[in-house]
């Protein structure tokens, strides 16, 4: 099993902070977005892991280098925790141009071989125990079929999402369709998609055939891959609790993330939390 994290935007709705730190290194508390999303595949006990970037982001690749001088201080005081497992294996491709998520897993396909692979946006951050990925894994086990994460919107606006036609069968889904970005009213049901995803090597084959047709205008999305998958019985969805799913895709959804991150998973939260009573209490 490999683990693709897409990591290519420009990040333009954070500009200007984004014009040279990228988005995946902007933190819940102490902990940059990027690194949810390693740690949950480490959980889930993938070893190989790449990480589409762009030419803007070397960051990214500094981030997750060797440092011999900190990672023995972390461990003279008791720090080990801070240290990525040595025999994860993290590598880095370039997207040469932003093409849409399709073409992006094209760029890693060399990598993912005739695996199975996660795909994983670190937009979308989930704090589960056991990890959404390891979760996936499991149904993929059982299912043999691509697996999809659906969270359930009832009641808000969907617009801006890929939203799935899905029948329920126990605790799991059979996935019909996935509608991107319906008109209001047209919506399939309230079960959107997020970024995380299972797949097998059958969706590199239809993107690599969808491609050669690809005229190079606008992204290259992964979508209509996925409902061909649907059309043939071959894509099942798993569903995320609200309560598990942090959004840092917009300014706003970041924001409250981080102050959700701070109020019920950090190490300060109970600090946090009575500051935050007394803020509001005096600034009524």
């Not at 889904?173 to 399939?188: H, L, M, R, S, T």
Request: hydrophobic share 40%; aromatic share 12%; glycine share 6%.
């Amino acid at each position: 099993m490999k683990g693709v994290i897409i990591a290519a935007g420009y990040g333009s709705r954070f500009f200007p902070v984004t014009k040279t730190v990228p988005k995946e290194l902007l933190p819940l508390y102490n902990i940059p977005s990027i690194q949810f999303s390693i740690v949950e595949l480490i959980e889930a006990g993938v070893r190989d892991i790449i990480v589409v970037t762009s030419r803007r982001k070397k960051s990214l690749d500094d981030y997750f280098d060797v440092e011999f001088e900190l990672e023995t201080f972390f461990k003279n005081t008791g720090k080990e925790n801070l240290i990525l497992p040595p025999e994860v294996n993290i590598c880095f491709v370039r997207q040469k141009r932003m093409m849409g998520v399709g073409n992006a897993i094209l760029e890693a396909s060399s990598f993912i071989g005739n695996d199975p692979f996660i795909l994983l946006y670190p937009d979308d951050i989930v704090i589960s125990k056991p990890s959404l990925s390891k979760k996936l894994v499991e149904l993929f086990n059982t299912s043999k079929k691509n697996v999809v994460t659906l969270l359930d919107k009832t009641g808000e606006e969907l617009q801006r999402f890929g939203v799935a036609r899905v029948k329920k069968i126990g605790n799991t889904f059979e996935v019909k369709e996935i509608v991107e970005k319906p008109k209001k009213g047209e919506e399939p049901s309230s079960y959107i998609t997020i970024g995380r995803y299972l797949f097998t090597n059958e969706i590199i084959e239809i993107l690599k055939e969808e491609w050669i047709r690809f005229e190079g205008k606008g992204e290259f999305y992964h979508i209509n891959a996925i409902n061909k998958l649907c059309k043939e019985n071959r894509v099942v969805g798993i569903e995320l609790r609200k309560e598990e799913f942090l959004d840092t895709g917009t300014p706003i959804e970041y924001s409250k993330s981080f102050v959700r991150y701070l109020l019920e998973f950090s190490e300060v939260k109970e600090e946090f939390r009575d500051w935050l009573k007394e803020y509001i209490r005096e600034s009524q």
